[in-house]
């Protein structure tokens, strides 16, 4: 079973930045493609950094960056010039290539305000 633990998260003024760090255990890392989300409070949750596909949500284009450490078995977010805007709960998503089954983290709380 696929186990997804987030963490970095916390509070930060406008302009400032954060890493988020994702953990994956359970299975093999290769065989899957990680992603990350975001829920702010009221709104549906959104993709910001996808494994594949269109990497980047145009909001965090050119401020965001996800990584990945094979290794490690972990995945990154830096996020850089961080707006209010970017307040929300940021997931890690991991999907496997094989046969699309999906796992979720518990999610870390990311909070932009002056």
């Known amino acids: 079973q696929v186990q997804l633990v987030e963490s970095g998260g916390g509070s930060v003024q406008p302009g400032g930045s954060l890493r988020l760090s994702c953990a994956f255990r359970?299975?093999?890392?290769?065989?899957?493609?990680m992603s990350w989300y975001r829920q702010a409070p009221g709104k549906e949750r959104e993709l910001v950094a996808a494994?594949?596909?269109?990497p980047y949500a145009d909001s965090v284009k050119g401020r965001f960056t996800r990584s990945r450490d094979d290794a490690k078995q972990m995945v990154y977010l830096q996020m850089n010039s961080l707006k209010p805007e970017d307040t929300a709960v940021y997931y890690c998503?991991?999907?496997?290539?094989?046969?699309?089954?999906?796992?979720w983290g518990q999610g870390t709380q990311v909070t932009v305000s002056s």
């Open positions: 998503n991991a999907v496997s290539y094989y046969d699309r089954s999906e796992y």
């Open positions: 494994g594949i596909g269109t």
């Open positions: 359970g299975s093999t890392f290769a065989r899957y493609a």
